[in-house]
């Protein structure tokens, strides 16, 4: 993946979550560490307060949805919650507001096991709310496994190829 091909193979995707699941170890070791210093109310309602806003009503629009399409406002919902700038402003603001404390945890280590255990990150607009194959991208993976199995590399990939994949 780089800036102009915004995708990821299987092996590169699994070495993103590879590193995601260092920072959710890191965590949950601190976590561990500190638990008897953790308020554990404190650290579930922040645990859970990502889903319940970010996750939780899209969830439900889509089950609800007959065409599985659910307005932007749920993927934005979902972004904002699923950030690392929020979750590091929440934590800020918890930190200068209320205290600095071991529960804000909560927050590294939800969005870490979020994408390191089940390989979810940020959504885009263009993809079904729950996670389903896109067509149009079952139909690039193919291509794209078979000219980088066959060892030739992004020059051998012709305006046809391209073509089809955007169809």
Known sequence: ??????????????????????????SLVLAFQHRTEIRWGVFVLLFVVIDIIGYVPGAIAFRRSPDRRVPRGYYVAYNAMHSLVT?????????????????????????????????????????????ETDPAFRVFEQRYR?????????????????DAVRT
């Open 1 to 26: 993946m780089d800036a102009k091909n915004r995708f990821e193979t299987k092996a590169t995707f699994a070495l993103s979550r590879l590193e995601w699941l260092g920072f959710l170890t890191v």
């Open 87 to 131: 979750a590091g402003v929440l934590a800020g603001a918890w930190a200068l507001f209320v205290r600095p404390e071991w529960a804000l945890l909560a927050l590294p280590i939800h969005l870490m096991g979020d994408r390191a255990l089940f390989g979810n990150s940020l959504k885009p607009f263009g993809v079904a709310f729950e996670p």
């Open 146 to 162: 078979s000219v980088a199995d066959s060892g030739e590399g992004a020059a051998a990939r012709t305006v046809e190829d391209t």
